[in-house]
């Protein structure tokens, strides 16, 4: 099926996209659960030896990622006509961000996100993410809140 634009506007739409993305980005820190390392497995006293049970067998590695994201806020919702006919309306306690495959990847696998920090606040995941695809570059929505 013939296209409307050539692979050359697309590259060029697509190119002006990411820019803007870059422009208006802001670091976003994911932290997952951290991982639970046995240090010292003691299981003498399982016996009925004389031993002490030593608590501190096992450290915690913690777990973050940081990649960029662009912030969508209350505060930060265009107020045009478009915006008030269709009531869309973020309440005060929750985000949206856009961010790119890999850091979705890492917020969706492996252990489970805690908490994501943006500008020295944490927020927690509020359901799961939308895809929204423009041309050929994919971004991914989550909603965040500031309380769990």
Known sequence: MPSLLTSTEIASVTGAIG???DTFKKEI???????????DLNV???????????ESNYTYTA???VYSGLV???????????IDDAKIEIPDNEIRIKVEKEARDFI???MKTERIAI??????LNGSDKKVSILSKDYYIFKLTDQI
């Open 44 to 54: 003498s006293f399982l016996y009925g030896y004389d031993t002490e049970y030593k």
């Open 72 to 82: 969508i806020s209350n505060g930060s919702v265009a107020t045009d006509g478009f």
């Open 108 to 110: 969706k696998n492996g």
């Open 29 to 39: 820190v994911v932290y997952k659960e951290p991982i639970k390392t046995i240090s």
């Open 63 to 65: 777990v973050s990622g």
């Open 19 to 21: 820019d803007s993305f």
């Open 119 to 124: 500008d020295n606040k944490d927020y927690y």
